[in-house]
Nanobody
């Protein structure tokens, strides 16, 4: 079992940056691939970014490519999402998620393929 706790959300202006963190409990964190998703009001949860278990491979949604960077520190049981050049369209609740079965697969974008979820952190970008 893995528990995930996100932090780092907040209210920022367009063009600003934020770094989200997701701290995981449990000794198996380093064996999981990790992902970030987001959900805006009235919209479905959408994939944002993914990183494989060793941190070598990453994958991004087209909407954030070039602006967001996912990384992880397995020694700290933490995954990060650095978000730059934020726009109001990035406003959402951001969730981190762990995938225990496909740790070496780079492209996994369905939320159904992730096994553990955090409670989410709100990111609001004003224009």
């Amino acid at each position: 079992q893995v528990q995930l706790v996100e932090s780092g959300g907040g209210l920022v202006q367009a063009g600003d940056s934020l770094r989200l963190s997701c701290a995981a409990s449990g000794r198996t964190f380093s064996s999981f691939a990790m992902g970030w998703f987001r959900q805006a009001p009235g919209k479905e949860r959408e994939f944002v970014a993914r990183i494989t278990w060793g941190g070598v491979y990453t994958y991004y949604a087209d909407s954030v490519k070039g602006r967001f960077t996912i990384s992880r520190d397995n020694a700290k049981n933490t995954v990060y999402l650095q978000m730059n050049s934020l726009t109001p369209e990035d406003t959402a609740v951001y969730y981190c998620a762990a995938d225990k079965d496909r740790r070496n697969i780079v492209v996994v974008v369905s939320f159904a393929d992730y096994d553990y979820w955090g409670q989410g952190t709100q990111v609001t970008v004003s224009s």
